[in-house]
Structures are given as structure tokens and as C-alpha cells.
């Protein structure tokens, strides 16, 4: 890592939810902490449900979300790398942020080393034990049979139809659902179990909605990402340790 630079982690903005006006309201939120950590980013990772709905058709993608957008392109012109992550929600990324941002797209996890330490890094969803509804739904939903069904839907009606759904996302209500026991939290039992064949110094997730930060053994730590509809919660490595942090939090 060059001096002075950190890596960022951030998760579910879930653009689009739970209404226009407080997808809004969360973009000009979040753009405000892009540019706040600008000057001494080196690498974003940005891992997953970023949209609550995301569908690239071959020529048309969802409007809105131009200020983000606009926000990340300035960052990566100025050479900060981007790894977007494959969400629940906008698992139909393909290659338009790559075209347009130069963005990495991560499908499942990304193992990195930087400054001695290692991370393994994944949105979360359909790790751990149980929920094998879910893990068969999310198959058939990144397979190319259904992705090509989906494409045969007219824009206005694919879309609409997400959107609709959307604005039942559990993310509306998600707040103080809370604290869990260690032994609920199946992506802590997910990074317990790793631990016994492969060390990672932190295992870094989102899609539980909840910030968490639990010490694992071996020195190592489980890190939840939380959320931005309620929590804006983030993390960052200096190059010697991860911290999760809050952003304009509420008194």
C-alpha cells in the first residue's frame, strides 16, 4: 500500500429503497463520504446489494444514481482502484462498470494480501450453514438460462417489476433487530470454520444488515459492514489494522 493511503469497505446502500426521495437523500449521504475519504484512498471495495435492483440489459441499464456514479468515475480517473461486489440484489452486473469505471467485478470472494495481512472478502449471502431455499434460488438466478429469460422482459416491465418488489426489501425495517449471540451469527460460524484449514487476518462481510466486529480465534476478526439506510457504517484499513467506523452518525 502506498504511505498514507487506505483501503475502504463499505456495503449495502441498496440505491433505490425503500422510496426516490431517501435513495436520494442516502446518495448525496454517501457521495459526501466519498468525498471525505478521496484525498487518501487507495483501494474501494464496495461489496454488494450497492443497488437494491440491477439489471444490465445489453444496450440499457436502471436510470438514475448519476451523482454516484459521476462520483466514482472521479475517483477512479484519478487512479483509485474499484472492486465492485455481486449482491443478493444486483447479482446481474456484467461488464458496464467495467466499461465505464474500470471496475472490478466480484462474483463470489476476493482473498487479498496488503501490508502483511490478509483478508477474505465476500458479500456474505449463501455462506454458513442452512438456508438451502436460498442457496438453489440464487443458483438459478445467476444462471445464464434465467438471466436470458429475464433480458427478454421489455425495460419497463423488468424494471418496474423489481422496483415493486423493492419497496418490500427488509432493509425498511431493519433497524434494531439486534443483538444477536455469537453462535446465531452464521457468517461468524462460516469464518470459525475457515480458520481451521486457512488463516485470514480479517473476514470482511455485508448483507446482515448489522455492524458487527468479533474477535475470532488465532488473532483473527469476523467484520460485518452493516448498512447505509440506518447505520452508515464503513471500514478502513491504515496498513496495520481494520477499524469499523460510522459516518455522520446520530447522537
Not at 443497488?51 to 441499464?61: H, L, R, S
Not at 444462471?143 to 425495460?155: D, I, T, V
Request: hydrophobic share 40%.
Amino acid at each position: 500500500m502506498p504511505a498514507g493511503k487506505n483501503l475502504y469497505f463499505a456495503s449495502d446502500f441498496h440505491f433505490g429503497a425503500v422510496s426516490y426521495a431517501s435513495s436520494r437523500e442516502r446518495e448525496d449521504r454517501i457521495i459526501r463520504w466519498l468525498d471525505m475519504i478521496k484525498d487518501d484512498v487507495a483501494e474501494l471495495f464496495l461489496m454488494g446489494d450497492v443497488f437494491d435492483f440491477w439489471f444490465e440489459y445489453k444496450t440499457v441499464v436502471p436510470k438514475g444514481y448519476i451523482r454516484f456514479l459521476g462520483k466514482l468515475a472521479q475517483l477512479t480517473d484519478s487512479g483509485v482502484k474499484l472492486y465492485l461486489f455481486k449482491g443478493n440484489h444486483d447479482m446481474w452486473m456484467f461488464d458496464y462498470f467495467t466499461q465505464e469505471l474500470g471496475a472490478t467485478i466480484i462474483t463470489n470472494e476476493l482473498e487479498k494480501e496488503r501490508n502483511g495481512k490478509t483478508f477474505y472478502l465476500h458479500h456474505g449471502d449463501g455462506l454458513g450453514p442452512g438456508d438451502n431455499f436460498y442457496k438453489f434460488l440464487k443458483k438459478f438466478f445467476r444462471s445464464g438460462a434465467c438471466q436470458w429469460l429475464f433480458a427478454r422482459l421489455h425495460p419497463n416491465l423488468g424494471v418496474g417489476i423489481a422496483n415493486a418488489w423493492s419497496r418490500r426489501s427488509r432493509i425498511a425495517g431493519s433497524k434494531n433487530v439486534h443483538k444477536i449471540q455469537h453462535q446465531q451469527e452464521w457468517l461468524e460460524t462460516f469464518s470459525r470454520d475457515m480458520l481451521k484449514t486457512r488463516h485470514f487476518d480479517y473476514f470482511v462481510f455485508g448483507h446482515r444488515h448489522l455492524p458487527l466486529d468479533i474477535a475470532l480465534p488465532d488473532n483473527s476478526r469476523y467484520v460485518n459492514l452493516g448498512e447505509w439506510v440506518n447505520y452508515n457504517t464503513y471500514a478502513v484499513f491504515d496498513g496495520t489494522e481494520l477499524h469499523l467506523k460510522y459516518f455522520e452518525r446520530e447522537a
